[in-house]
């Protein structure tokens, strides 16, 4: 027998439901939305001493760095994400007013895990 159909999601179906969303996260991948699990405590100290390295660098200079809660658009892949951090050296752009989904990072680090 064959497995079902996995359900093709465009991106604007995947950001109405996980902006609605009050438990979890999900990350998109061209049609296809995959559930995030939490970090361990290593994941979390590598992803803390990257991001601080990244902001003493980034002091004085036109450049912000943020951590694991913004989403982020590749247009290119077709693909929504949380990555671990993220850095701009420009104007935000944005996907809409929310302004919670940034469109031109400079920088997006993912700290692999042995589930990734």
């Known amino acids: 027998m064959l497995p079902p159909p996995k359900p093709h999601l ?5 950001l109405e439901a ?8 999900s990350e998109y991948i061209d049609g296809e939305v995959f559930a995030m699990t939490g970090a361990s405590a290593a994941h979390n100290a590598i992803v803390m001493n ?3 390295a990244l902001h003493t660098q980034m002091k004085g200079r036109p ?12 247009r290119t ?3 929504g994400a949380y990555p671990d951090l993220v850095a701009f ?5 944005f996907q809409d007013h929310r302004r919670d989904i940034l469109l031109n990072p400079s920088l997006i680090v993912e700290v692999l ?3 990734t």
């Open 113 to 115: 895990s042995g589930s």
């Open 77 to 79: 892949s077709n693909t």
């Open 18 to 25: 996980e902006r609605a969303s009050l438990e979890g996260r």
């Open 89 to 93: 050296c420009a104007e935000h752009e």
């Open 50 to 52: 990257i991001g601080s």
């Open 10 to 14: 465009t991106f604007d179906d995947w």
């Open 63 to 74: 450049c912000q760095v943020y951590a694991n809660d913004m989403k982020v658009r590749v």
